[in-house]
Structures are given as structure tokens and as C-alpha cells.
């Protein structure tokens, strides 16, 4: 597996996103003895960036990850997020990581975000309690979330920003217009959460049929209101470049993402191992210049990536 750097931080070139594991995604419900399985298995692989959050249950998607990298604390780089539960203000950011390290059963966080920027504190004052819990050891680097441009600047100008995690694939294409510019000048990663359109760009979703009932992605936007048939012109056309390029349409979403320069780490979320191996299987896959100007020409998807609210909450 190669590796990129986000600011100062190491980290492989794909990552393991496991709220999957816990929430959202669970359908018939949680298999923790799998998903730790699949953690282990990451490690063989070198896809040693795993990414949670205090969100994610709440809690217990952490609590499950300090079960599964016990004994081998040092073989990961750990990310988590904290503010949608806690907060954002200074007392309440650090009450929040020293939860996330009780719960992830470790000494330090390597990637601490801002799950949302906070529009009732200044992000100068979370971004200083980062900068003092930097200080303390208990945090290695910080990031942001769904943060806007102006944001971002006034965050790295308290404490260099290490990653800003956004989603980002072949149908949400929204930080090429400004958040990507001011990463390359500020020197800050980009870490794509939803590489694969939430299963979309699978190729496997063709109807709402074959998901669980208590599924977000059947509210979603992009899913309803006759969206989602407009949608598959996308995954119709990753799949018909993966079968030239021999690959996967999982494996050719994650390879045209990694040919959009250095400092791009992508997190695809799974619980199996199997489709953790084909994703990182993509890692060795290398499309063609003409097959990567024929995806970037892909029109935009159709619906908002998020419901109203969740809309309200992003590029603040």
C-alpha cells in the first residue's frame, strides 16, 4: 500500500471509514466479531488509517475500535471527530477527546476533527483548545469537517490543520470549485469520506429494493424522487471504464480519486473483508489517461447530497 502525507501525518493512501460497522449501515444489525476481523485484516494490507467518531452509535463505534486494536495500538493511525454530540466550545472539546481516548482505550488521538463546524462558537476558539490538547499529547494533528474555504484559513492560522474531511467521489464533486484550491496552497490534506457514492458507484444499488428498511440512503436525496434512476447513468458508466480497465467499479471509484494528486487519502467504509480487499486492490490499479478523462467528464449527480438539514450543516 503506498502512503501520502496529510500535513505532518503519515498515512496509507486508503483508509477504513468503520461507522458501518455500528450505525447507519447496519441493516439486520451489528456483527462486532466480523468487523474486528476486517480491522485485523486492514493491518495486513497496510490500510492502517481507520476513521471514527464519538457520533457513531453514539459511542460504541469507538468502543469497538479500541476492542479490535488493543495490543496493537501503534499499528494504526487513529482518527475521530468529536462536536456533534459535545459541542465545540473550549471545555467541552476537552471533555470530549478524553471521552474518545477512555472509549478508544489509548494515550493519543493521531487525527482529532471538528465533525461540523460550530456556527455559535468562532472557530478560533476550538481551534485553541486543539492547539492545547496538541500541547497535552493527548492529540497529534487536527482536522475539520465539511468546513468552508474561509473556515479552513482562520482554523490554520490558530494551529496548522493537518486534513479536512469532505465527501468527495465521482458524484459529489464540490471541494474542486474552492476547498481543493486552499488545500494545495495552505499544504493541508483532503481525506474523501463517501468515495463510493454511500454504495452507489458499486454498481449494485439499482433500486431501493434491496435496502434494509431502517437505511438513510432511503430518504436520501440522491436515492428518492426518481433521482436515483437519473443516477445510474453515473455508476453505468464506472462500470463500463472498469470492465476495459479489468478492474472493479469500486476499485476504478477509489483509483480515479487517487489520480487527483498527492495528499488524498479516501476512507471507504466496509465491514467485510472482502470488499476491503477490493478496495485496496485499487491502490495497484492504474487507469489510463483517456479512461480518466472520460470519469472526469461525468455530469454531476442529481439531487442534493444530503437532506435539508444536513445541507444547513456544511461549507460553514
Known amino acids: 500500500m503506498r502512503t501520502t502525507t496529510l500535513g505532518g501525518l503519515e498515512v496509507p493512501r486508503i483508509g477504513l471509514g468503520v461507522m458501518g460497522m455500528s450505525a447507519y449501515y447496519t441493516g439486520a444489525g451489528r456483527d462486532d466479531a466480523e468487523s474486528i476481523r476486517t480491522i485485523h485484516r486492514a493491518r495486513d494490507l497496510g490500510v492502517t488509517h481507520l476513521d471514527t467518531a464519538e457520533v457513531y452509535g453514539p459511542y460504541v463505534n469507538e468502543e469497538l475500535v479500541g476492542r479490535a486494536i488493543r495490543g496493537r495500538r501503534d499499528d494504526y ?164 471504464v472498469a470492465a476495459e480497465a479489468g478492474a472493479t467499479p469500486a476499485q476504478v471509484a477509489l483509483a480515479w480519486l487517487l489520480a487527483r494528486g498527492e495528499a488524498v487519502a479516501p476512507i471507504p467504509g466496509t465491514k467485510r473483508i472482502d470488499r476491503l480487499e477490493e478496495n485496496t486492490a485499487a491502490d495497484r490499479l492504474r487507469l489510463t489517461e483517456a479512461q480518466l478523462a472520460r470519469l472526469t467528464a461525468l455530469p454531476a449527480a442529481a439531487g442534493a447530497r444530503h437532506d435539508e438539514p444536513g445541507m444547513a450543516a456544511v461549507n460553514l
Open 77 to 240: 493511525v487513529i482518527a475521530t471527530k468529536f462536536g456533534l454530540i459535545s459541542g465545540s466550545r473550549p471545555a467541552a472539546v476537552r471533555a470530549a477527546a478524553d471521552g474518545s481516548l477512555r472509549r478508544l482505550g489509548t494515550d493519543r488521538i493521531d487525527l482529532y476533527y471538528q465533525h461540523r463546524v460550530d456556527p455559535g462558537t468562532p472557530i478560533e476558539e476550538t481551534a485553541g483548545a486543539l492547539s492545547e490538547l496538541v500541547a497535552a499529547g493527548k492529540v497529534r494533528h487536527i482536522g475539520l469537517s465539511e468546513a468552508s474555504a474561509a473556515t479552513i484559513r482562520r482554523a490554520h492560522a490558530v494551529h496548522p490543520v493537518a486534513a479536512v474531511q469532505t465527501e468527495y467521489s465521482l458524484w459529489t464533486r464540490d471541494p474542486e470549485a474552492e476547498i481543493l484550491p486552499v488545500l494545495r496552497e495552505l499544504g493541508i490534506g483532503l481525506v474523501p469520506y463517501s468515495p463510493l457514492g454511500h454504495g452507489f458507484l458499486t454498481g449494485t444499488i439499482r433500486s431501493l429494493d434491496g435496502l434494509d428498511a431502517t437505511d438513510w440512503r432511503r430518504t436520501n436525496p440522491r436515492f428518492t424522487g426518481g433521482n436515483l434512476a437519473r443516477n445510474l447513468r453515473l455508476a453505468d458508466e464506472v462500470r463500463a
